[in-house]
């Protein structure tokens, strides 16, 4: 059985020294380490570092987990839960110096793949302006002391919120999908941290968000604020979230949005 609590207690605090570290190193002046899927899709030695740190930290209480990271080699574990972690995401917004990046942590259990696996527990941390979210399975997410709720849309529309992918050949149909959503929109907004939009979601600071091309760690630990918030979390029509299609919004407004993406 997973204590899903104490896993929450462990995960938090691995992010406030991961966030802070991630903080420091971005007024030292950031480095970049390598491009990965295009020229656009970079990896500083920032994101390497913290990511190292979070890898040590939970291998000396945990030893037995598994660990799925953007950064580094996956590790399958033996206790069934895995961590999956992406150290510094809205990584291009660290590297320009935009204060708009999170280090995301998600406990899961099951297979590491999110078509199959149970979040138990999730931190999303946003250092500069030290906001955590968290959220553990059946207890709600969280803000601080405060309770979060998915919002309701009002007869203004909905405030959406989506990214595009690294590779500009995506663009076209990424911008067709935004095309096709606004109907439903008052406004959008592209923050370039999807760890960040799912918490918003699940804050209640925006009605919806939509992303093709995340990977497992950009949504791991949103994703399980937005449910404990009430929110619905989805991709392809009975799908999982995923490189397909992330989806999140509250019930009545995610069936809306699927429709129109599915067009
Ligand atoms: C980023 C996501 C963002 C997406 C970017 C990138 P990274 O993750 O948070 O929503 O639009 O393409 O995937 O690379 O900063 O960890």
Do not use: C
């Not at 059985?1 to 991961?18: F, K, N, P, S």
């Not at 295009?38 to 500083?44: H, K, P, Q």
């Not at 999303?124 to 979210?133: A, I, K, Q």
């Amino acid at each position: 059985m997973v204590d899903a609590g104490q896993l929450q207690i462990l995960a938090v605090d691995i992010a406030r020294e991961a966030g802070e570290l991630a903080r420091r190193r971005r007024t030292e002046g950031v480095a970049l380490a390598a491009t990965k899927s295009s020229l656009a899709d970079i990896v500083t030695e920032a994101d390497r570092e913290v990511e190292q740190l979070i890898r040590d930290r939970l291998a000396a209480a945990r030893p037995d987990d598994g660990f799925l990271g953007e950064e580094s080699d996956p590790h399958p574990g033996t206790s069934g839960v895995t961590w999956v972690v992406d150290p510094i995401d809205g990584t291009v917004n660290y590297a320009y110096g935009i204060p708009h990046y999170a280090v995301s942590i998600a406990a899961v259990t099951g297979e590491p793949d999110p078509a199959g696996w149970i979040a138990q527990t999730a931190v999303v941390y946003t250092p500069v302006v030290d906001e955590l979210f968290r959220a553990s399975r059946g207890e709600g997410a969280w803000l601080g002391e405060r309770r979060l709720q998915v919002s309701t849309v009002t007869d203004a529309g909905a405030l959406l919120a989506t990214g595009f992918g690294y590779d500009p050949a995506t663009h076209d149909g990424d911008i067709a999908r935004v095309r096709r959503l606004m109907p439903l929109a008052r406004d959008l907004r592209r923050a370039g941290a999807a760890s960040l939009d799912l918490a918003y979601v699940a804050a209640g600071r925006l009605d919806g968000y939509f992303e093709r091309g995340l990977k497992p760690w950009d949504h791991a630990a949103g994703a399980l604020l937005v449910t404990e918030a009430g929110g619905r979390l989805g991709g392809r029509p009975g799908g999982a979230p995923g490189a397909d299609m992330t989806i999140a919004a509250g019930p009545e407004l995610f069936d809306r949005m699927r429709e129109l993406l599915e067009q």
